[in-house]
């Protein structure tokens, strides 16, 4: 792992491992055969087609294995036939023609990739990679976070704390009420997420089945790529040149890269939380938080989080920009920008690891949040005005301008001013009754919401 250029399978190895499977070169030619084999098995459904008879189970289940027992040893195979190719999709193509010489199943042969471009296999292959990939290792692991948010929400729905507007000292809210302001958020676009479905294409050379058509005029190869690329779990884009243009992928990159912006907001609000001293860190034993000082336990799940998110939504930006664009009916140069796709999503989960180790280490700083509650009495004088409009004051606001605005207040400066006020007993026996602490309006009742 040391001679490994970059850090996603050398320093972050350990955290990115779950992703080889799904974005590695051998996952890819993997994803390829399969599209391969099930392009094969769902002509030989077709009647018209007389060259080909249905298969039976146990002859599906012969070609299945090609992919479904896919070893290392045979992505080895396909990268030498390569070699000679310069081609990696005709390789396959190869690699699959070896496997059926050798099974008994040479009829099939000429069936291989028939009348199908590069294009038709691999925007269905990288489709079904980042959908895997999504469903078996990123959804579980933001909700793992999204879990870790919402349990911080409930369990300090109760305990206020000084709210920074503008960077200065504002209404209190609860921890528990911003953690779920995060929760409320995220949750919104895990969703979209869950429900995103990519699109696909099996149309031939530039979109319009015209090899198909040729060899076979009585088939309906709009319904039949339909039903292929359904029984894919891939939602049929019938309307495209030779590649499928990108543009749903595009929107789960750009849903994930929101997600991380987000996470992004709340890592940089926990560090200055954590630097206020409204949370402690949980210190671990043998860690080291500065080579020369002693003291620190430095913030550094979220920083490093942070960071990954930003190279992720570099990542993903680019790929919003760029492959949505193919001169004409097709260029190249999409190939090399979607085989980064296992990069981005690799720095996202690099930063979720990150955030959860962060957020079990969290605790609240009791004494710090009261301590800062109680040194900021000025912020009454919102509820203060607002009583007073209530009754009638049209200058309310002014007053208690002249009596905070860049002042240090205390408890008793606050008390007298109120006490003064000609307003109704229970008015002013309510605002008396205030304190910092208290002012959180329906904090609590908000995490219910959740």
């Not at 499977?21 to 890819?28: K, N, Q, T």
């Not at 045979?74 to 690699?95: C, G, L, M, P, R």
């Amino acid at each position: 792992m040391l001679d490994n250029i970059s850090p996603i399978d050398g320093r972050y190895s350990n955290d990115t491992q779950e992703l080889k499977i799904f974005f590695s070169e051998e996952a890819l030619i993997k994803y390829r055969i399969k599209i391969e084999i099930e392009y094969i098995i769902e002509l030989c459904n077709l009647v018209h087609i007389r060259e080909l008879k249905p298969l039976s189970s146990r002859k599906k289940s012969e070609l299945r294995d090609i992919y479904e027992k896919f070893s290392i040893k045979n992505a080895k195979q396909v990268k030498k036939i390569e070699s000679k190719t310069n081609h990696d999709v005709k390789a396959v193509e190869y690699f699959i023609q070896e496997k059926f010489n050798n099974s008994g199943n040479k009829k099939l042969i000429p069936w291989i990739h028939f009348a199908l471009t590069s294009e038709d296999v691999n925007n269905l292959a990288y489709s079904l990679m980042w959908q895997d990939s999504l469903i078996h290792v990123y959804l579980p692991i933001i909700k793992k976070v999204l879990s870790k948010v919402k349990s911080l929400a409930k369990t300090n729905r109760n305990i206020a704390f000084l709210a920074l507007t503008h960077g200065q000292a504002a209404s209190p809210t609860t921890v528990g009420k911003e953690f779920a302001v995060y929760y409320n958020r995220l949750n919104r676009q895990l969703n979209i997420v869950k429900a995103h479905n990519p699109l696909g294409k099996l149309s031939g050379a530039t979109g319009t089945w015209s090899a198909h058509l040729t060899a076979y005029p009585s088939v309906d190869w709009i319904k039949f790529s339909q039903r292929f690329i359904k029984s894919l779990k891939l939602e049929p884009n019938l309307i495209t040149t030779q590649i499928e243009s990108h543009d749903s992928l595009i929107e789960s990159y750009q849903t994930i890269s929101r997600i991380n912006s987000i996470l992004i907001d709340m890592c940089q609000d926990l560090w200055q939380y954590i630097s206020r001293g409204v949370f402690a860190q949980k210190r671990l034993d043998n860690e080291v938080g500065s080579s020369t000082m002693p003291h620190k336990i430095n913030p550094i799940n979220f920083e490093n989080a942070e960071g990954n998110f930003s190279m992720s939504n570099a990542l993903f930006s680019e790929f919003s920009r760029k492959l949505p664009v193919s001169r004409m009916q097709r260029d190249l140069s999409d190939s090399t920008v979607l085989r980064n796709q296992g990069v981005a999503l690799a720095h996202s989960l690099i930063a979720l690891k990150n955030i959860l180790k962060g957020l079990n280490r969290l605790s609240v700083n009791k004494d710090k949040v009261t301590e800062e509650l109680n040194a900021h009495w000025e912020i009454l004088a919102e509820p203060i005005q607002t009583i007073l409009r209530k009754n009638g004051e049209s200058d309310a606001y002014e007053k208690l301008k002249d009596l905070t605005r860049g002042e240090n207040i205390s408890k008793e400066t606050i008390s007298n001013f109120i006490k003064d006020l000609k307003i109704p007993k229970t008015d002013k026996e309510s605002l008396l009754a205030l304190s910092p602490e208290t002012y959180i309006g329906l904090s609590s009742k908000i995490v219910e919401l959740i």
